[in-house]
């Protein structure tokens, strides 16, 4: 998969793919079912996702909160996964917001990336302060030269399937009802980074993440199932996780510790991709170490007895 990240400087080889145009953060299954609507549009034409980094909400908000399910990097390679060709992660800067919604169609649908079929849910709003409409892309396409599609919005079990309804299972620690609108489970990735040492001196030696910039779930320990993604130990494994604070040690900055069942082995700096399964119980403080490890025991019994059930 290849990533182009100005529309102003590119390549024909770029030029001429059908794309799924939005946020993709999460990409669940409606972001799925507009890529495939995508894919079918133009056969022969490489695929594309346009996107845009940091995503809009960051930019204009950049102190509220973070609410991201996945990184860039995650995002992308989740992408790869569904057989994404061409990723259009454009930069998302003062020029490119104040673009009306004809110039964003025009300089950057068009003229720019050479688009030849564009796929957008029926929801989705573009150009200066979002007034244009999916109604307006498909005029613009039909003067402009570019096929438009307009997606119907995808329901779940539980409502529409949407990043925020995703968000609200995870804070609520329903990571299974997320999973059915995401289409695979949420996963947490990224660099393993040296910690205390308190796991290893506990007899749970666990690979530690941070969780910077993401949505936080529910603060708790999970059943998990984890990837790590390069080096020697490169493989799949079943695992508990604590997410959280670490009250018990009087934490403060949120991480991830994955404690890996049956796993001996170093893996700092490698790259892990953790799914979240179940949320066995919330973060807790003890009145001693020994009360502890016995409900991290109990954690591990609970979360193999789960994860083998798979």
């Not at 022969?44 to 930019?59: I, K, N, S």
């Not at 150009?127 to 999916?134: D, F, I």
């Not at 609200?168 to 996963?187: E, K, S, V, Y």
């Not at 973060?283 to 001693?288: G, N, Q, R, Y």
Request: glycine fraction near 12%.
């Amino acid at each position: 998969m290849r990533i182009i990240r100005d529309y102003q400087y590119v390549t024909p080889a770029d030029r001429g793919a059908t794309a799924a145009i939005g946020n993709f953060d999460g990409v669940h299954l409606g972001h799925q079912a507009v890529i495939g609507l995508a894919r079918d549009a133009a056969p022969g034409a490489p695929l594309g996702v346009l996107t845009f980094e940091p995503h809009p909400r960051e930019y204009f908000a950049p102190d509220a909160p973070p609410f991201r399910l996945m990184s860039r990097a995650a995002r992308a390679s989740r992408l790869e996964k569904l057989g994404v060709d061409r990723l259009y992660e454009l930069n998302f800067n003062a020029a490119l917001a104040g673009l009306e919604p004809e110039a964003f169609a025009r300089k950057v649908i068009a003229d720019g990336l050479g688009l030849v079929h564009v796929v957008v849910g029926e929801d989705f709003c573009f150009g200066k302060e979002r007034l244009g409409t999916a109604e307006d892309l498909q005029r613009f396409g039909a003067e402009m030269g570019f096929g438009v599609t307009v997606a119907a919005l995808i329901e779940g079990v539980s409502g529409q399937v949407s990043s925020t309804a995703i968000r609200t299972a995870l804070t609520d620690g329903r990571p299974r009802d997320a999973r059915q609108m995401l289409g695979h489970w949420h996963r947490i990735e990224g660099t393993v980074v040296g910690g205390e040492q308190r796991g290893r001196e506990l007899g749970f030696p666990t690979a530690n993440m941070w969780i910077d910039g993401l949505h936080p779930p529910r603060f708790g320990v999970y059943a998990v199932l984890v990837d790590v993604q390069d080096g020697p130990h490169k493989g799949s494994y079943h695992g508990a996780a604590s997410l959280g604070v670490r009250p018990m040690f009087d934490g403060e900055v949120p991480n991830l510790e994955t404690f890996l069942f049956d796993f001996e082995g170093d893996l700092y700096g490698s790259t892990l991709s953790v799914g979240l399964v179940e949320f066995l119980r919330p973060e807790l403080k003890f009145d001693s170490l020994d009360a502890l490890i016995t409900q991290m025991d109990a954690d591990c019994v609970r979360a193999r007895d789960i994860l083998a059930a798979l």
